[in-house]
């Protein structure tokens, strides 16, 4: 065997070696319903009202991991279906890291959502669920600037039902947007997230995001 057969045989096996070892040392997480952005995104400035007795800004986002929910307190599906899916699945969702989880509820609902309401609504589900809310001139730019939408009736309704994104955000401790995790479609019914799916996709984001 001629030495530069050799060598073409040791350079490979040298790549073969690194793309296991960085399989191994960097796990790609086999996800279902969740979608992990290839460079984690900056969140513009915002400053809303918040249920902790302050104005919630970016620095807020920092430090744990965050899931970001669209909603409102008069919501009569969607919502109190996640909310009651985050606070029944928190302690598994904890399990996967030693860094603190907090939900937010974004509130689409100014008009009747008054923050003594909001704080009410958020205190049933526990300890970690925050309300945040603000004016249409500030809450529809920082809505849209996480990927989500929503859409309120005209103004001289008092009766009505908001429509809004089902899908929840994950915000890394850097107060980045790191993944998104979408509703599950079945015709007939509400859309939602699906419980398992979910779980399962933020233990593998969060475990590999470790090695990162």
Request: proline residues 8%; negative net charge.
């Amino acid at each position: 065997m001629s030495r530069v057969v050799q060598v073409i045989i040791v350079l490979c096996a040298g790549f073969v070696g690194l793309y296991f070892a960085n399989q191994f040392f960097n796990p790609t997480p086999q996800l279902e319903s969740a979608r992990v952005y290839d460079q984690p995104r900056n969140i513009p400035a915002f400053e809303l009202s918040s249920t902790q007795d302050s104005e919630a800004t970016n620095e807020d986002l920092m430090g744990h991991w965050t899931l970001l929910f669209t909603g409102y307190t008069y919501c009569p599906d969607i919502c109190p279906t996640t909310m009651s899916l985050l606070k029944s699945n928190m302690a598994r969702l904890q399990e996967a890291t030693d860094i603190p989880i907090e939900v937010w509820m974004i509130s689409v609902d100014p008009k009747r959502d008054h923050m003594e309401q909001i704080t009410r609504y958020v205190n049933f589900f526990g300890d970690g669920f925050v309300g945040v809310r603000a004016e249409h001139p500030e809450l529809y730019p920082f809505v849209t600037s996480i990927g989500m939408m929503y859409s309120v009736p005209a103004p001289e309704e008092e009766v009505y039902e908001v429509a809004h994104s089902a899908a929840i955000v994950l915000v890394n401790p850097e107060g980045q947007q790191h993944a998104i995790f979408q509703p599950v479609h079945r015709p007939g019914a509400y859309t939602t997230i699906e419980p398992e799916a979910f779980v399962s996709d933020f233990q593998q984001i969060v475990r590999a995001a470790r090695f990162n």
